[in-house]
């Protein structure tokens, strides 16, 4: 699974290499959860326009498992 560009100003992108992407879940540092959305993509664009510039966590979902990558808004 690859996030890019990262770090991002206003949105970023996964690819799951065909793999599907059923949600993700943007959480702060501290754990607080700030966004969940459910998807059925294995390529999708996420906003993050609104979010304070600062260090965030993304859980991606897939049927696969699940995987935890940080990213960072400028």
């Known amino acids: 699974i690859q996030l890019y560009p990262n770090p991002a100003q206003n949105s970023f992108n ?3 290499d065909g793999t599907v992407i059923t949600g993700f879940k943007i959480t702060s540092t501290s ?3 700030i966004r969940y959305q459910q998807t059925h993509n294995s390529k999708i664009k996420v ?3 609104n979010l304070s510039s600062g260090a965030y ?3 991606i979902e897939t049927a696969l498992g699940n995987k ?3 990213f960072f808004k400028e």
């Open 14 to 16: 996964i690819d799951a």
């Open 31 to 33: 754990g607080q959860i």
């Open 47 to 49: 906003e993050i326009g």
């Open 57 to 59: 966590l993304i859980k």
């Open 68 to 70: 935890v990558l940080p």
